[in-house]
């Protein structure tokens, strides 16, 4: 079954401890991204890959890190966790990044940074 | 980054009434996406719209792409309970090889009322 993955789906932590987010997807896509999703502002991407090494920042980068080593994970890292990061995210991944390329969401990550 | 209008921000309608979001834009997309939604899960890609003046349906989901390419609507005949949840609208502006994200609305809650 062609899926996104993102794991853990509920996280609790505190400020300043490093958190990593993992995404895996199954169905050999270039383009991977991640989103976080907060009340009365829809969804903002963070970054995004277009291929493996390739990685750009998008509209809310600060805080966050990526990394694209293997075309089907792209962890979205956390290095000092602050309240405001409290959020829920989504990885999504598309075939490649060119029109008429549907994005397939996760089923997202529930983070809350005491 | 760009900013998407939807509207409206939510809807309490009854059961079997028909159904009609629009998002709104200062700059011309290439690319209009509505998605829906449901609760603890990533938003699933209901009608994908390519060219301006396009009209798509999908099952009792009518989606248009707006003749400027500043705006889409959504329709939804005859409502069911099913339909309950949130709906997004997303743009793209870049039409290949662009490193342009998506941009979404901050969606419309629909609320139906048995």
């Known amino acids: 079954e062609a899926q996104v993955t993102q794991n853990p789906r509920y996280l609790i932590t505190v400020t300043g401890k490093k958190l990593t987010v993992t995404c895996s997807q199954n169905?050999?896509?270039?383009?991977m991204s991640w989103y976080r999703q907060d009340p009365g502002l829809g969804l903002r991407q963070i970054y995004y890959s277009m291929n493996v090494e390739v990685t750009d920042k998008g509209d809310v980068p600060e805080g966050y890190k990526v990394s694209r080593k293997e075309k089907r994970n792209f962890p979205l890292i956390l290095e000092s966790p602050s309240p405001n990061q409290t959020s829920l995210y989504f990885c999504?991944?598309?075939?490649?990044?060119?029109?008429?390329?549907?994005?397939?969401f996760g089923a997202g990550t529930r983070l809350s940074v005491l | 980054g760009q900013q998407l209008n939807q509207s409206p921000q939510s809807m309490f309608i009854q059961e079997g009434e028909d159904v009609s979001m629009n998002c709104t834009s200062s700059?011309?997309?290439?690319?209009w996406l509505w998605y829906k939604q449901d609760p603890g899960e990533g938003p699933v890609l209901l009608i994908a719209l390519y060219k301006a003046g396009e009209l798509t349906s999908n099952g009792r989901l009518t989606a248009q792409f707006g003749i400027t390419r500043k705006d889409s609507f959504l329709n939804i005949s005859a409502s069911i309970p099913s339909d309950v949840g949130i709906y997004f609208c997303a743009g793209q502006r870049s039409s290949g090889g662009g490193a342009d994200g998506l941009t979404f609305g901050k969606g419309t809650h629909l609320i139906i009322q048995p």
């Open positions: 169905m050999n896509h270039e383009y």
């Open positions: 700059s011309i997309f290439n690319t």
């Open positions: 999504a991944s598309s075939l490649e990044w060119i029109a008429k390329n549907i994005q397939y």
